[in-house]
């Protein structure tokens, strides 16, 4: 298909460029501005794009959004990208979170959620991974018992992005142990803020503190909270887990460019090995923009793109930490210095090293990934799973 922009889609895209312009400044190279100001720019910022109904382009102006095509979404997207628009607290709420709400809550959840969470009053995370079932989501082992008209929870959770801001929280739990494991889920909404409920913040490797341990003990949830019907949790979890493979497909971090400038000023543009490097990239590059065409020629279609999106974070992470490796080593013994004072490039390549672990493992390992595009997407056989018919008791 062609992909320049129709002359609908040219107007919007200079009626968002033209807001951009009007509110932020544009992106500049290095590390992100996330002083202590960050959170009340994002809240303030989240606000003006919710009143000029740019928040969500695609929800219906009932649900406060634009009513927009997804190609208007992808195009706000980009425009977007290309500004220092404080955007992260509210990824995971309004990318998975909110949306899994809207697809199974009651009218009443839509009412007092939707509207606050779009306008950056209320923050939400996604609580599903725990030590013993990452990828593995249908393993989870934090239980929920019914009592009268509340469920009680008790269990661990790990790796939740953002929970130590957030307001509320999607919350998987097992509610019946003598069914497979894919059976006997159930999801709830959950006040980060009630009694039982206790955050821990995890200091990463490089430096970040975006992940927490989230523990419940006796924490009481009212049935008129749940989502979905009891044991139907994992159908509830398909939809945010589409969401979020799709949300983290891209990479946030320096890509062959930044490299490239950086190797240009150094003086290292000649070599030879490096100059191949470079090359793989840039051709990794271009193959994942040509995959990204088929998401948006679905999308163009009014189709839902399928697991072929699972390919994106696969080639974005890897490529990541591949490009940040050769950026340090490229800086010898100053490779080390981790500090944004001193170290080229504001030490973005050390920063996005230490990240891009991490990137691999968040929305799915790369082994889970790799298993969905081949039987998926290639139409490949399963692989064999020994508990597949089994009751989660008897694991």
Known sequence: MDFNDT??????????????????????????????????????????????????????????????????????????????????????????????????????????????????????????SEPAAGSDVAGLKTKAVRDGDDWVVNGQKVWTTGAQFSDYGILLTRTDPDVPKHKGLTMFIVNMKDPGVEVRPIHQASGGREFNEVYFTDVRIPDSDRLGE????????????????????????????????????????????????????????????????????ALSRGETPGPENSIGKIITANHLQDICNSAIEMQDHYGIINDDDKAPADAIFQQSFMWAPGLRIAGGTDEILKNIIAERVLGLPQDVRVDKDKAFSEL
């Open 230 to 297: 009891p044991g139907q949790g994992w159908k509830v979890a398909i939809v945010t887990l589409m969401n979020e493979r799709l949300a983290v497909g891209g990479s946030p971090g320096p890509d062959w460019q930044e490299i490239m400038d950086y190797a240009r000023d150094a003086g290292t543009l000649s070599d030879a090995a490096f100059r191949a490097k470079l090359a793989d990239w840039y051709v990794a590059a271009q193959g994942y923009k040509l995959a990204k065409f088929r998401t948006q020629t």
């Open 7 to 128: 002359p609908e889609e040219a107007e919007f895209r200079a009626e968002a460029r033209a807001f951009l312009e009007q509110h932020l400044d544009k992106k500049e190279a290095g590390r992100p501005n996330r002083d202590d100001s960050y959170m009340k720019r994002a809240k303030e910022w989240q606000n003006i794009k919710a009143e000029n109904r740019f928040a969500q382009i695609t929800w219906p102006e009932a649900m406060g959004g634009r009513g927009g095509t997804p190609m208007q979404q992808v195009i706000w997207n980009q425009e977007e990208a290309q500004f220092d628009a404080p955007t992260a607290p509210f990824a995971i709420g309004l990318g998975m979170c909110v949306p899994t709400v809207i697809a199974f809550g009651t009218d009443a959840h839509k009412e007092r959620y939707v509207k606050k969470a779009l306008h950056g009053e209320e923050i939400w995370c996604q609580l599903f």
